[in-house]
């Protein structure tokens, strides 16, 4: 036998996998990485003062939440409605389906849409009485979609549903009125000589008045537009947030909006994937950014649950405090089909499908088996959440037996930020040359390991014009980047605190603490220092300005 | 909330690649328990990567790559089963290894272990061999080369000559 008859003919070995088994190992070792990673995250503790008070959040007593998808407060419930569990409903009309969207309007819960067992999107709907215990069919929707979100206005419900078009998926915008049975497409923000644009748009929230979107589309990404059924016109509401971003979710958590998303590195050797979080004031269109924890895939819903924006799957923004908290256990990964199809704010918890996150508590509770069958969408009624799957009731919140820490209260924040590094800011620690040896201790890493050795840093008044601070930093770069020894200077005078750093420039980041050192080696060249409640951009070299 | 819920289309992936990659991983490493080992962390990579990845044309070359080179450098690092043959020259050992073909790939080194299994074995393109190893087409090219050469000396040796000792 020669090798070509040895080879000839030869095939990998069949192998005997369980391959669901070892789904679900690589599962669990992908929970317990992430439990790993947040037992060692830092969380940044920050109280903003502003007005001269903190609303610190008390435990008891909140305000019922806001369902995002209703934007109507649930009917008040007692919290002891029951331990979590289900019950049949009268079957309804539709075929079997997943996803879909569903909307609770008071009376009845509208399903409408999702996906066929084979795939293919629908556009048919029912509505659901809970107090008759029976389904009626609605016209159908304009388009098939497979997903989206429906917000109840108190008279129509709007429907943005991703619609499959040619070129990609577009944002179909859709209103529909239950007393006459009857559908209307909506223009999109974008209407060009020819017609509507097809529009590409986050989910929305519903504000009580206006259907708030952050625009995707490539020319408008980030920008935050708002659709007012009552006039039927849109209107630009904030300008971009970050245009690089293509990914965004909303939620309306109390009477704030805030909009969250994921930014991801450029390349393959730069991923610094984490979360912009800010919050947006629809009357003046001001956006301030919320300090992003650094996380590595923490899921994509979000939910507003009083003054928290809860991911329920790692931690919450508080809102008031504007503080990151981690929760203490995060949700488990199941491979069990079904569960409520539903997503939002449930009585005090936050609601993520399959588990339920108390903010208050921290506790976790994972959603019992359903009945069998696919579930659709889901809405909450104020009193069980309803699906094409069942009526699923949750348990009432446990008592605040474990309960978070307030937030120590620490002076406010007085470094003079615009005229002068105040003792322990970013710029006194490293002055002093390492040794000629980059495997040196410095307290300047990235999030990949690397290193930065500054030679100087140097944060001193211009000659010319003492009210200019002037920033220069020596520094070399270790772990394999080749970066030549730079040595920048950077002019204090045009500080936006606001400033956004753009994943596409940024090359490099690096931490100190809380505080982080971000230098853009694109053009121009910037420095981005990036404190625990704000951001500032320093711009390299440009002339200062006296003021 | 399922793995597909927070990461649509993974489990796809996994369900359709996941056998295929552990048979491949398992022809360079040799170890079936290593081979699964190699393959759920070329996996796990993946999930942890997933919003990134499930971007890419192919997020299942992705995978493949990861699992291989992770192979490549575990074979690296513990000598084949075989590799004491030429010395040792078990008479019985050399026929079975002249007969079954897994057992006269323990015999080469990793890279070319590596590119004689992905190429005729799995059918994989050089280009792809290339990126999966680290390394040029040429490079490749040589790899195969050797491999086939290395495989040929095996097969020249006369049984009898191995009965006799030798």
């Given at each position: 036998?020669?090798?070509?008859?040895?080879?000839?003919?030869?095939?990998?070995?069949?192998?005997?996998?369980?391959?669901?088994?070892?789904?679900?190992?690589?599962?669990?070792?992908?929970?317990?990485?992430?439990?790993?990673?947040?037992?060692?995250?830092?969380?940044?503790?920050?109280?903003?003062?502003?007005?001269g008070?903190?609303?610190?959040?008390?435990t008891?007593?909140?305000?019922?939440?806001?369902?995002v998808?209703?934007?109507?407060?649930?009917?008040?419930?007692?919290?002891?409605?029951?331990?979590?569990?289900?019950r049949?409903?009268?079957?309804s009309?539709?075929?079997?389906?997943?996803?879909?969207?569903?909307?609770?309007?008071?009376?009845?819960?509208?399903?409408?849409?999702?996906?066929?067992?084979?795939?293919?999107?629908?556009?048919?709907?029912a509505a659901?009485?809970?107090?008759q215990d029976?389904?009626?069919?609605?016209?159908?929707?304009?388009?098939p979609?497979?997903?989206?979100?429906?917000?109840?206005?108190?008279?129509?419900?709007?429907?943005?549903?991703?619609?499959?078009?040619?070129?990609?998926?577009?944002?179909?915008?859709?209103?529909?009125?239950?007393?006459?049975?009857?559908?209307k497409?909506?223009?999109?923000?974008?209407?060009?000589?020819?017609?509507?644009?097809?529009?590409?748009?986050?989910?929305?929230v519903?504000?009580?008045?206006?259907?708030?979107?952050?625009?995707?589309?490539?020319?408008?990404?980030?920008?935050?537009?708002?659709?007012?059924?009552?006039?039927?016109?849109?209107?630009?509401?904030?300008?971009?947030?970050?245009?690089?971003?293509?990914?965004?979710?909303?939620?309306?958590?109390?009477?704030?909006?805030?909009?969250?998303?994921?930014?991801d590195?450029?390349?393959?050797?730069?991923d610094?994937?984490?979360?912009?979080?800010?919050?947006?004031?629809?009357?003046?269109?001001?956006w301030?950014?919320?300090?992003?924890?650094?996380?590595?895939?923490?899921g994509s819903?979000?939910?507003?649950?009083?003054?928290?924006v809860v991911?329920?799957?790692?931690?919450?923004?508080?809102?008031?405090?504007?503080?990151?908290?981690?929760?203490s256990?995060?949700?488990?990964?199941?491979?069990?089909?079904?569960?409520?199809?539903?997503?939002?704010?449930?009585?005090?918890?936050?609601?993520?499908?399959t588990?339920?996150?108390?903010?208050?508590?921290?506790?976790?509770?994972?959603?019992?088996?359903?009945?069998?069958?696919?579930?659709?969408?889901?809405?909450?009624?104020?009193?069980?959440?309803v699906?094409?799957?069942?009526a699923?009731?949750?348990?009432?919140?446990?008592?605040?037996?474990?309960?978070?820490p307030?937030?120590?209260?620490?002076?406010?924040?007085?470094?003079?930020?615009?005229?002068?590094?105040?003792?322990?800011?970013?710029?006194?620690?490293?002055?002093?040359?390492?040794?000629?040896?980059?495997?040196?201790?410095?307290?300047?890493?990235?999030?990949?390991?690397?290193?930065?050795r500054?030679?100087?840093?140097a944060?001193?008044?211009d000659?010319q014009?003492?009210?200019?601070?002037?920033?220069?930093?020596?520094?070399?770069?270790?772990?394999?980047?080749?970066?030549?020894?730079?040595?920048i200077?950077?002019?204090?005078?045009?500080?936006?605190?606001?400033?956004?750093?753009?994943?596409?420039?940024?090359?490099?980041?690096?931490?100190?603490?809380?505080?982080?050192?971000?230098?853009?080696?694109?053009?121009?060249?910037?420095?981005?220092?990036?404190?625990?409640?704000h951001?500032?951009?320093?711009?390299?070299?440009?002339?200062?300005?006296?003021? | 909330?399922?793995?597909?819920?927070?990461?649509?289309?993974?489990e796809?992936?996994?369900?359709?690649?996941?056998?295929?990659?552990?048979?491949?991983?398992?022809?360079?490493?040799?170890?079936?328990?290593?081979?699964?080992?190699?393959?759920?962390?070329?996996f796990?990579?993946?999930?942890?990567?997933?919003g990134?990845?499930?971007?890419?044309?192919?997020?299942?070359?992705?995978?493949?790559?990861?699992?291989?080179?992770?192979?490549?450098?575990?074979?690296?690092?513990?000598?084949a089963?075989?590799?004491?043959?030429?010395?040792?020259?078990?008479?019985i050992?050399?026929v079975?290894?002249?007969?079954?073909?897994?057992?006269?790939?323990?015999?080469?080194?990793?890279?070319?272990?590596?590119?004689?299994?992905?190429?005729?074995?799995?059918?994989?393109?050089?280009?792809?061999?290339?990126g999966?190893?680290?390394?040029?087409?040429?490079?490749?090219?040589?790899?195969?080369?050797?491999g086939?050469?290395?495989l040929?000396?095996?097969?020249?040796d006369?049984?009898?000559?191995?009965?006799?000792?030798?």
């Open positions: 036998m020669d090798v070509d008859e040895l080879l000839a003919g030869a095939t990998l070995p069949d192998v005997e996998i369980d391959t669901e088994a070892a789904l679900a190992r690589t599962a669990g070792r992908w929970r317990a990485r992430r439990q790993r990673r947040l037992a060692a995250l830092a969380v940044a503790v920050v109280v903003v003062v502003a007005s008070a903190i609303a610190i959040a008390a008891s007593g909140r305000d019922a939440p806001v369902d998808h209703t934007g109507t407060q649930p009917a008040p419930t007692t919290s002891t409605v029951g331990s979590g569990s289900w049949r409903i009268a079957p009309p539709l075929s079997p389906r997943t996803e879909g969207v569903a909307a609770w309007t008071g009376r009845e819960v509208v399903v409408v849409g999702g996906s066929s067992t084979a795939s293919a999107p629908l556009a048919d709907g659901y009485d809970p107090a029976a389904w009626r069919r609605i016209a159908d929707a304009p388009a979609f497979i997903s989206g979100s429906a917000s109840w206005t108190g008279r129509e419900l709007l429907v943005a549903a991703d619609v499959e078009a040619t070129g990609g998926t577009r944002t179909g915008l859709y209103s529909y009125d239950p007393a006459t049975d009857h559908w497409v909506l223009d999109p923000p974008l209407v060009g000589p020819l017609g509507p644009l097809p529009a590409h748009l986050s989910r929305p519903w504000t009580g008045k206006q259907w708030v979107f952050v625009d995707e589309t490539p020319a408008s990404a980030g920008s935050v537009e708002a659709y007012d059924p009552s006039t039927a016109k849109w209107a630009g509401v904030a300008r971009p947030i970050d245009g690089s971003v293509r990914d965004w979710a909303v939620v309306w958590a109390h009477d704030e909006m805030v909009v969250i998303a994921t930014a590195g450029q390349g393959e050797t730069v610094h994937a984490g979360y912009l979080g800010a919050t947006v004031d629809i009357a003046t269109g001001r301030h950014r919320l300090p992003a924890p650094r996380l590595d895939d923490a819903s979000w939910v507003g649950v009083g003054h928290r991911n329920p799957l790692v931690g919450m923004w508080d809102l008031d405090t504007r503080m990151w908290e981690p929760l256990s995060s949700s488990p990964l199941s491979t069990q089909p079904p569960h409520t199809g539903f997503v939002g704010a449930v009585d005090g918890w936050a609601a993520d499908d588990v339920l996150v108390d903010p208050t508590s921290d506790e976790l509770h994972f959603v019992e088996p359903g009945p069998k069958g696919r579930p659709s969408a889901g809405a909450w009624t104020g009193h069980e959440i699906s094409l799957a069942g699923y009731t949750p348990p009432p919140r446990p008592k605040a037996a474990h309960v978070l307030e937030p120590p209260t620490t002076t406010p924040d007085t470094r003079p930020h615009r005229c002068a590094a105040a003792p322990g800011s970013l710029f006194d620690t490293v002055h002093e040359p390492r040794g000629p040896q980059y495997e040196e201790y410095t307290p300047w890493t990235d999030s990949e390991g690397c290193f930065i500054i030679d100087d840093i944060d001193r008044p000659p014009c003492p009210s200019v601070r002037t920033l220069t930093i020596s520094a070399r770069i270790a772990h394999g980047l080749d970066y030549p020894n730079k040595s200077t950077y002019v204090r005078a045009h500080i936006d605190p606001d400033a956004m750093p753009p994943s596409t420039k940024f090359i490099l980041d690096f931490h100190h603490g809380e505080e982080e050192l971000w230098f853009g080696f694109g053009d121009p060249d910037s420095l981005y220092v990036r404190y625990p409640d951001v500032e951009l320093w711009p390299a070299q440009q002339p200062p300005v006296c003021e | 909330m399922t793995v597909e819920r927070l990461r649509p289309g993974y796809e992936l996994f369900r359709t690649e996941y056998a295929r990659v552990v048979g491949t991983v398992l022809s360079i490493v040799g170890d079936r328990a290593d081979a699964e080992s190699v393959t759920q962390d070329a796990l990579k993946a999930l942890v990567r997933w990134r990845i499930s971007r890419y044309d192919r997020p299942g070359a992705w995978v493949r790559r990861v699992a291989i080179r992770d192979a490549v450098r575990l074979a690296e690092r513990r000598p089963p075989l590799d004491e043959l030429g010395a040792v020259a078990d008479p050992d050399r079975a290894a002249r007969l079954d073909l897994a057992r006269a790939l323990a015999t080469l080194p990793a890279r070319q272990r590596a590119a004689i299994v992905l190429q005729h074995l799995a059918g994989w393109p050089t280009a792809e061999i290339a999966a190893l680290g390394c040029s087409e040429s490079t490749v090219r040589v790899h195969l080369h050797r086939r050469a290395a040929g000396a095996l097969l020249s006369d049984p009898q000559e191995l009965h006799d000792g030798r």
